[in-house]
């Protein structure tokens, strides 16, 4: 059974960092395409970072240098550092998983993802 379960999440100012984990079970991180949603209230969830087999990754525009996403293969462990939070980053954010590698196109797409955690809250004020 695949589960995945985030953590990290908190209340911080903005210009301030956090670390989110994601811990998965049932699968292999390294050997599947993965990756960082959020959902902002009032909005659709939206990509942010994901990964694939071979390690490349792909970010959106606006978290671009200030997000990096990584993984442990060891702990098989997903993580997304966040740097220089601005408030218009305050959100719920998922982690997600799709067997295989990245699709051509659409990798930030929340269509192409299978499983997902339950999300963890990043508040940032301002």
């Known amino acids: 059974q695949v589960q995945l379960v985030e953590s990290g999440g908190d209340s911080v100012q903005a210009g301030g960092s956090l670390r989110l984990s994601c811990a998965a079970s049932g699968f292999t991180v390294s050997n599947n395409a993965m990756g960082w949603f959020r959902q902002a209230a009032g909005k659709e969830r939206e990509g942010v970072a994901v990964?694939?087999?071979?390690?490349?990754?792909k970010y959106a525009d606006s978290v671009k240098g200030r997000f990096t996403i990584s993984r442990d293969n060891a702990k098989n462990t997903l993580y997304l550092q966040m740097n220089s939070l601005k408030p218009e980053d305050t959100a719920m954010y998922y982690c997600a998983a799709r067997p295989g590698g990245l699709p051509a196109k659409d990798a930030l797409s929340i269509a192409t993802y299978k499983y997902w955690g339950q999300g963890t809250q990043v508040t940032v004020a301002s």
């Open positions: 990964i694939g087999i071979s390690g490349m990754t």
